[in-house]
């Protein structure tokens, strides 16, 4: 049976050390014997069940094992998700906040939303919505004023889509978590001045309080950190 600790910086985000002295990230699931990966790795404590979370799977993962500051989402947090595909980082989100906390998962692509159904129909703070994010007007009524906005589009726009977000429904003092895909934007230049150029345009509405390349997990994406 694996060892649990908590991780010191991100709520509700634990260590699991096992008998092979390999260390993984893990959370406590919200809907245990609900897996989200084919081969997910999960195991019981007690009556827990916890799910170990692949940082080249998630880039939030990815990002905490970079030791990205400031990821961390509270227990009860209103999290609106642009781009959650198929809710596998979404899911986790949703163990994060726990039971009072809500996951509102924004997805334009029919495709993927058949997974994501799936996925929100085992969890009770997961809420699906159809919807192009460039268009915040067309899912006002159904999401809550937010405490974080996490998103995750490989769009050319994705920082303007992020934007208009923020001003409609991040609460004063709350923060974002922008997963920037760099060659989404432009497949001409180099990631470092991508990043440069994006978080010039960010810090103009924002602060900004970390960001850091994801690699080796993913290769030309960074995750920035922000407060409104």
Known sequence: MPRI????????????????NTKKLVTKSLAPGCKVYDDERDFKEGADEYRVWDPYRSKLSAAILKGV???SIP???MVIYLGAA????????SDMVGQQGRVYCIEFSSRP?????QVCGKRPNMYPILAD?????????LVE????????????????????NVKVFLKEGGHVILNLKSRS???TKEPREILRNEMEKLEKEMEILDAKFLDPYEIDHALIVLRK
């Open 5 to 20: 600790t908590p991780h010191d910086k991100v709520n509700n985000v634990f260590w699991a050390e096992f008998e092979d």
């Open 145 to 164: 004023t937010a405490d974080v906005i996490y998103q995750d589009i490989a769009q050319p726009d994705q920082v303007e889509i992020l934007l208009k």
């Open 69 to 71: 500051k400031n990821v």
């Open 75 to 77: 227990d009860g947090a």
């Open 133 to 141: 994010a460039r268009d915040p007007s067309k899912y006002s009524s």
């Open 185 to 187: 934007i432009d497949v």
């Open 86 to 93: 198929s809710g596998t980082t979404a899911s986790f989100v």
């Open 113 to 117: 939303l058949r997974d994501l159904l």
